[in-house]
């Protein structure tokens, strides 16, 4: 077994996330819970998913140390692997880590124009070119809907296959929009292909298909997580 059997064996599969993986269009997407749940483990191994596949990503990480990041990556990776029979398993994990970079921001310094000038820099000195970008930790209640439209452009400008969000919602606040997509993102959920969102119920885990353009399953589908682990299930 190796990388390419990692890719086959990946629980994330479920999603079927592969075709935008392998850059058949550019989409937004969101995974959204209340505090502590587990959105970092979503956002991870959805970048895993397209590490596996050859696309680098970009991981940003606002307001947690890259050690914190970094650790994310290796727990999920171990978990993956784990009592698979892979030949070189060091070599495999160290090319699939190759496909990653981590940037990280202070919550009160990030804003999209230091990401783009960062991003933009690292492109144009031939250091880095990412496929995929994770933003974890973004502020929706502090960030309009003109700077989503703008990251939205940017992502067009730079060639990126996808952009991923992760955004905390509150027990407190049951707006949501027509799609039931809650808030704080309820007023922008039409910019997002995806939306993924993570519930607890007594002392289970689920993820919520609320609406996902580019899954192989339908909106609406619920997929149970293992709580020890957050890896997606299988049926």
């Given at each position: 077994m190796g990388k390419e059997e990692l890719v086959l064996n990946n629980p994330l599969r479920a999603l079927g996330l592969e075709e935008k993986a392998e850059g058949n269009g550019q989409s937004m997407g969101l995974v959204m819970s209340r505090a502590g749940l587990g959105k970092t483990a979503i956002l991870v191994q959805i970048a895993l998913d397209s590490m596996m596949r050859g696309n680098k990503v970009l991981h940003i990480s606002i307001g947690e140390s890259i050690d914190k990041a970094k650790s994310w990556y290796n727990d999920i990776l171990s978990l993956i692997t784990k009592g698979k029979n892979i030949e070189n398993i060091h070599e495999v994990i160290s090319e699939i880590l190759h496909n990653r970079m981590i940037m990280t921001f202070k919550e009160a310094s990030f804003n999209q124009a230091k990401l783009e000038e960062r991003l933009d820099d690292m492109v144009k000195q031939n250091i880095y070119k990412p496929d995929c970008l994770i933003i974890d930790g973004y502020d929706f209640n502090e960030n309009s809907r003109a700077a989503l439209i703008g990251l939205r452009r940017f992502m067009k400008e730079q060639g990126l296959k996808m952009v991923w969000?992760?955004?905390?919602?509150?027990?407190?606040?049951?707006?949501?929009?027509?799609d039931g997509v809650p808030a704080p993102c309820h007023e922008v959920d039409d910019l997002f292909e995806t939306v993924l969102t993570i519930k607890p119920d007594n002392q289970n885990i689920y993820l919520d298909i609320v609406k996902c353009a580019s899954c192989a399953v339908k909106a609406g589908l619920t997929l149970a997580l293992d709580p020890s682990t957050m890896l997606i299930m299988k049926a």
């Open positions: 969000f992760s955004a905390v919602s509150h027990r407190e606040d049951s707006r949501k929009s027509s």
